[in-house]
């Protein structure tokens, strides 16, 4: 059954959509599926939804160690082991814009300070929502013997907001854009019966899938183009340090901002593509083994450098490629700031500082700045692809759910085909995004020695140790950012061309597994 | 030197117009409500008018040339203009002054097939700063209109929230210098959006800060807000530190969790007050989360106001310098377990 949800009335946010359920309005296995969404009348998705849930665990014989491993997999669902309420449609309520009487008065100027002047109480304007909660049953887990958790109970909800400029999409705080947070919160109860002294299951890390076919309007400036609706995407690493050369070099007018706030981009994505988002939590991760070698130095693997953003346009000809940065009519996926916003304006704020996972880390080789996560839940991994939408990945095509997902996600696409396909002239294109959340991270300790120009050796101590999180929380927060302005370019703003750094285009090889 | 802010009309103001406002712009289309979605938000005064069916359904239409396209959208501009001027009857200025020429003009391909559905013409409203200044543009407002078979409107947006046609003048604040091989900062009003509490609109300046841009205080009745965080083991520590006014600042706080954005707004009070040299900054201690913190500023000298909100991420550990160093775990053999059939 598909049922249009449309916030376009009195206060509304102006997003529209069809949510597709069973015929009794309740949602199909794998959860609510979000189709034909739009903004303002701008297309914004065709097509969004979480795939499955991914519960990984380790089997520990009665002394600890770990015997083997295990995975299973959850599906959203009304029915079997778990309830689910119909969809709640929760709408904009109260809010409003008083004229400022006696403006210059003391009187006026203390009664804008009133909250319940815009807002009713316990109503709120945080956007237009559509939820589901699922309820795990009593020996949900049964089936996975002494298992420490009994069932999960999961709220799907989509968080539609308000267009505008607060709060703030980027750090200069001037892009306006309307967010979609197709977020999941989810808590794990624990089993009663679960006898830690036996054989026993841990959960290790839980894994949401998402497949999202995004879908912006195309704008051409020719009518004797080809009328193609097909997308483009591309991917960025932000800069962690306003490096003073490059900017410098900024600054006489040598390079362009891309360069500056850059440190790899492929945009357009040339072919399709498997990537690191996070690595538990940090933005990179080494190649291979750590370890210290003496007070100077570190065994110093080579550094894999996760993306922080994805960025999804209608694609064309001429004047459709997006500027960067800027990307006034896109999708902006942004997971992590790089620390170059922290020379902005709302760069001091977390949503582009320091963010919810430990910072400033220079140690040996990973830095976590700017990571947007549920602090709950911070030790989380982002993997995502972008693929043609391929039939045999599409889950209205597909016989059963199960196919869509593997284990090792990437195999799901890598398993298409051999080489990826060219994706640069706009396609049909699917974004699949994926949130691990791990129980724990454990790091080693080591010392790190720089040295300053005119100063002596200076030594940092980073203390190891195993860190945890919790088992509930939310994923998602950061949303996606849906902005429909008419592009503009100049120097200063980016370039509305392709974009390709640290490689040429030329030499960016046709390999699935493509990092920063 | 005095520029001029603009007085935003209020919602009941914007309430009371609203219904006419729909009406006018059905007769000037020559449409009904059966055939046209029409609404002007009471509240932000936003209007949105879309012919879905024209938008997502139509099939092959035959639409006019580019100059015919840009003609039938600005005619269509100037008619509604002319509908909507202020009177005593509707003293709100629902059409703003626009810019001769549009931002852009593009075609729009329909979402399922490989051909074109419709004409987007854009184009940002600008307002007079002073008298015989130039107008600057207003950030965060815009004018779509859509233009599809044969010519005809089918959609027309307007991020326009209603003035009342009263300026008030406040003093100008320096223009900022620009950076070498920098953009001139750019004099700009900013709408903040809709739903956000607002007033007036004043000006500022767009600024180019190299990597990004910044908005500053234009006038006295510009105020800016900025957050600055710190994490202790259980609570992160929100300030606000406002600029652009006389320092003389109040403030108001609130807040509403993602987890669970529709629980409502919390309202938090003043928060604890901080006199420096360049004004009145307030501080809030939160649980550890990932809430969107709301403050409202006012200027008790001026009367100023401005409302900001922030998505506010807590760091797990009282400090942000705490290592996270990890490696992947290796591949591993895993045996899938599924759920018992239904």
Same mark, same amino acid.
């Given at each position: 059954?598909?049922?249009?949800?449309?916030?376009?009335?009195?206060?509304?946010?102006?997003?529209?959509?069809?949510?597709?359920?069973?015929?009794?309005?309740?949602?199909?296995?794998?959860?609510?599926?979000?189709?034909?969404?739009?903004?303002?009348?701008?297309?914004?998705?065709?097509?969004?939804?979480?795939?499955?849930?991914?519960?990984?665990?380790?089997?520990?014989?009665?002394?600890?160690?770990?015997?083997?491993?295990?995975?299973?997999?959850?599906?959203?669902?009304?029915?079997?082991?778990?309830?689910?309420?119909?969809?709640?449609?929760?709408?904009?309520?109260?809010?409003?814009?008083?004229?400022?009487?006696?403006?210059?008065?003391?009187?006026?100027?203390?009664?804008?300070?009133?909250?319940?002047?815009?807002?009713?109480?316990?109503?709120?304007?945080?956007?237009?929502?559509?939820?589901?909660?699922?309820?795990?049953?009593?020996?949900?887990?049964?089936?996975?013997?002494?298992?420490?958790?009994?069932?999960?109970?999961?709220?799907?909800?989509?968080?539609?907001?308000?267009?505008?400029?607060?709060?703030?999409?980027?750090?200069?705080?001037?892009?306006?854009?309307?967010?979609?947070?197709?977020?999941?919160?989810?808590?794990?109860?624990?089993?009663?019966?679960?006898?830690?002294?036996?054989?026993?299951?841990?959960?290790?890390?839980?894994?949401?899938?998402?497949?999202?076919?995004?879908?912006?309007?195309?704008?051409?400036?020719?009518?004797?183009?080809?009328?193609?609706?097909?997308?483009?995407?591309?991917?960025?690493?932000?800069?962690?340090?306003?490096?003073?050369?490059?900017?410098?070099?900024?600054?006489?007018?040598?390079?362009?901002?891309?360069?500056?706030?850059?440190?790899?981009?492929?945009?357009?994505?040339?072919?399709?593509?498997?990537?690191?988002?996070?690595?538990?939590?940090?933005?990179?991760?080494?190649?291979?083994?750590?370890?210290?070698?003496?007070?100077?130095?570190?065994?110093?693997?080579?550094?894999?450098?996760?993306?922080?953003?994805?960025?999804?346009?209608?694609?064309?000809?001429?004047?459709?490629?997006?500027?960067?940065?800027?990307?006034?009519?896109?999708?902006?996926?942004?997971?992590?700031?790089?620390?170059?916003?922290?020379?902005?304006?709302?760069?001091?704020?977390?949503?582009?500082?320091?963010?919810?996972?430990?910072?400033?880390?220079?140690?040996?080789?990973?830095?976590?700045?700017?990571?947007?996560?549920?602090?709950?839940?911070?030790?989380?991994?982002?993997?995502?692809?972008?693929?043609?939408?391929?039939?045999?990945?599409?889950?209205?095509?597909?016989?059963?759910?199960?196919?869509?997902?593997?284990?090792?996600?990437?195999?799901?696409?890598?398993?298409?085909?051999?080489?990826?396909?060219?994706?640069?002239?706009?396609?049909?294109?699917?974004?699949?995004?994926?949130?691990?959340?791990?129980?724990?991270?454990?790091?080693?300790?080591?010392?790190?020695?720089?040295?300053?120009?005119?100063?002596?050796?200076?030594?940092?101590?980073?203390?190891?140790?195993?860190?945890?999180?919790?088992?509930?929380?939310?994923?998602?927060?950061?949303?996606?950012?849906?902005?429909?302005?008419?592009?503009?370019?100049?120097?200063?703003?980016?370039?509305?061309?392709?974009?390709?750094?640290?490689?040429?285009?030329?030499?960016?090889?046709?390999?699935?597994?493509?990092?920063? | 030197?005095?520029?001029?802010?603009?007085?935003?009309?209020? !919602?009941?103001?914007?309430?009371?117009?609203?219904?006419?406002?729909?009406?006018?712009?059905?007769?000037?289309?020559?449409?009904?409500?059966?055939?046209?979605?029409?609404?002007?938000?009471?509240?932000?005064?936003?209007?949105?008018?879309?012919?879905?069916?024209?938008?997502?359904?139509?099939?092959?239409?035959?639409?006019?040339?580019?100059?015919?396209?840009?003609?039938?959208?600005?005619?269509?501009?100037?008619?509604?203009?002319?509908?909507?001027?202020? !009177?005593?009857?509707?003293?709100?200025?629902?059409?703003?002054?626009?810019?001769?020429?549009?931002?852009?003009?593009?075609?729009?391909?329909?979402?399922?097939?490989?051909?074109?559905?419709?004409?987007?013409?854009?184009?940002?409203?600008?307002?007079?700063?002073?008298?015989?200044?130039?107008?600057?543009?207003?950030?965060?407002?815009?004018?779509?209109?859509?233009?599809?078979?044969?010519?005809?409107?089918?959609?027309?947006?307007?991020?326009?929230?209603?003035?009342?046609?009263?300026?008030?003048?406040?003093?100008?604040?320096?223009?900022?210098?620009?950076?070498?091989?920098?953009?001139?900062?750019?004099?700009?009003?900013?709408?903040?959006?809709?739903?956000?509490?607002?007033?007036?609109?004043?000006?500022?300046?767009?600024?180019?800060?190299?990597?990004?841009?910044?908005?500053?205080?234009?006038?006295?009745?510009?105020?800016?807000?900025?957050?600055?965080?710190?994490?202790?083991?259980?609570?992160?520590?929100?300030?606000?530190?406002?600029?652009?006014?006389?320092?003389?600042?109040?403030?108001?706080?609130?807040?509403?969790?993602?987890?669970?954005?529709?629980?409502?707004?919390?309202?938090?009070?003043?928060?604890?007050?901080?006199?420096?040299?360049?004004?009145?900054?307030?501080?809030?201690?939160?649980?550890?989360?990932?809430?969107?913190?709301?403050?409202?500023?006012?200027?008790?000298?001026?009367?100023?106001?401005?409302?900001?909100?922030?998505?506010?991420?807590?760091?797990?550990?009282?400090?942000?310098?705490?290592?996270?160093?990890?490696?992947?775990?290796?591949?591993?053999?895993?045996?899938?377990?599924?759920?018992?059939?239904?």
């Amino acid at each position: 059954m598909k049922t249009i949800y449309a916030d376009t009335g009195t206060g509304g946010t102006n997003w529209s959509c069809v949510a597709r359920t069973d015929a009794g309005g309740i949602a199909e296995k794998g959860g609510v599926v979000l189709q034909d969404v739009l903004h303002d009348g701008h297309h914004f998705a065709k097509d969004i939804r979480l795939l499955v849930i991914w519960l990984f665990i380790d089997i520990l014989d009665p002394a600890g160690n770990v015997i083997s491993k295990e995975a299973s997999r959850v599906f959203l669902r009304g029915s079997g082991a778990m309830t689910a309420s119909p969809i709640e449609e929760l709408k904009t309520l109260s809010i409003s814009n008083p004229m400022f009487k006696g403006w210059g008065s003391l009187d006026g100027a203390r009664e804008s300070l009133d909250f319940a002047k815009f807002f009713t109480a316990k109503t709120n304007h945080a956007g237009y929502g559509l939820r589901v909660k699922y309820a795990g049953k009593t020996g949900q887990f049964a089936y996975l013997k002494n298992f420490e958790f009994d069932h999960i109970d999961v709220t799907q909800l989509f968080l539609l907001s308000h267009y505008g400029l607060s709060p703030p999409h980027e750090p200069g705080g001037v892009l306006t854009a309307a967010r979609f947070h197709p977020m999941i919160n989810y808590a794990f109860a624990p089993n009663p019966t679960f006898n830690p002294m036996l054989e026993r299951r841990v959960l290790t890390s839980v894994r949401f899938d998402y497949r999202m076919q995004l879908y912006l309007d195309a704008l051409y400036d020719k009518k004797d183009a080809i009328a193609t609706n097909g997308q483009n995407a591309g991917v960025f690493r932000d800069d962690d340090t306003l490096d003073l050369l490059v900017g410098g070099a900024s600054l006489v007018g040598i390079t362009s901002v891309e360069d500056v706030i850059f440190t790899a981009a492929e945009k357009p994505l040339l072919y399709e593509l498997t990537a690191p988002g996070l690595a538990k939590g940090a933005s990179s991760y080494p190649a291979g083994p750590i370890a210290p070698v003496n007070q100077i130095e570190i065994s110093a693997p080579a550094r894999i450098m996760c993306w922080d953003n994805v960025h999804w346009w209608g694609g064309g000809v001429g004047k459709n490629i997006i500027s960067t940065p800027g990307a006034f009519h896109a999708a902006h996926l942004h997971w992590r700031w790089g620390g170059i916003g922290g020379a902005a304006p709302h760069g001091s704020d977390s949503q582009f500082g320091p963010g919810g996972v430990p910072a400033g880390i220079r140690g040996n080789f990973l830095n976590s700045y700017g990571v947007l996560v549920d602090p709950r839940i911070w030790i989380q991994s982002v993997r995502f692809a972008v693929t043609l939408n391929d039939p045999k990945l599409d889950p209205d095509q597909v016989a059963k759910l199960d196919d869509l997902t593997n284990t090792d996600w990437k195999q799901t696409f890598q398993g298409l085909r051999a080489s990826p396909s060219d994706i640069a002239n706009p396609s049909d294109l699917v974004l699949w995004y994926s949130v691990e959340v791990h129980r724990s991270v454990t790091v080693p300790s080591l010392e790190q020695t720089s040295y300053a120009a005119g100063a002596g050796p200076v030594t940092r101590s980073f203390p190891g140790g195993t860190f945890t999180c919790g088992t509930e929380g939310t994923i998602f927060i950061h949303g996606i950012f849906f902005a429909h302005e008419p592009e503009q370019t100049s120097s200063k703003i980016g370039a509305r061309s392709p974009f390709y750094m640290p490689r040429r285009a030329s030499l960016i090889p046709r390999n699935w597994e493509r990092t920063a | 030197m005095t520029v001029w802010a603009h007085v935003l009309a209020g !919602s009941d103001a914007i309430g009371r117009a609203a219904t006419n406002v729909e009406n006018i712009v059905l007769r000037l289309l020559g449409k009904t409500r059966q055939a046209l979605a029409v609404n002007v938000d009471p509240r932000s005064g936003w209007i949105s008018v879309v012919a879905r069916d024209q938008i997502v359904d139509r099939q092959r239409p035959t639409l006019v040339t580019a100059d015919d396209a840009r003609r039938r959208a600005e005619k269509f501009l100037l008619d509604l203009a002319g509908s909507l001027a202020p !009177s005593p009857d509707q003293p709100l200025v629902f059409m703003p002054p626009l810019p001769s020429s549009p931002v852009e003009l593009a075609l729009v391909p329909h979402a399922s097939r490989p051909e074109w559905n419709h004409w987007i013409y854009r184009t940002i409203p600008q307002l007079p700063t002073a008298r015989g200044a130039p107008p600057a543009p207003v950030i965060g407002s815009a004018i779509e209109i859509r233009i599809g078979d044969g010519g005809q409107i089918i959609g027309y947006h307007a991020r326009w929230r209603p003035t009342t046609g009263e300026r008030r003048s406040c003093e100008q604040a320096a223009l900022p210098a620009a950076e070498p091989k920098r953009a001139a900062p750019r004099p700009v009003y900013v709408l903040d959006g809709l739903n956000v509490p607002q007033h007036y609109l004043a000006l500022h300046y767009l600024v180019d800060e190299g990597a990004d841009f910044e908005l500053v205080s234009g006038c006295s009745l510009a105020l800016t807000v900025e957050l600055e965080l710190a994490d202790t083991e259980t609570t992160t520590r929100v300030r606000a530190i406002a600029s652009g006014g006389t320092g003389n600042y109040a403030y108001s706080w609130a807040r509403y969790a993602m987890s669970d954005p529709f629980a409502g707004i919390e309202e938090l009070g003043a928060g604890t007050l901080e006199r420096g040299d360049s004004g009145t900054s307030s501080t809030i201690e939160l649980a550890k989360g990932a809430p969107i913190v709301m403050v409202h500023v006012v200027d008790l000298a001026t009367g100023a106001f401005k409302h900001y909100q922030q998505l506010v991420v807590s760091s797990p550990f009282a400090t942000r310098q705490e290592p996270v160093l990890a490696e992947l775990d290796a591949p591993f053999e895993v045996r899938i377990v599924e759920e018992p059939a239904e």
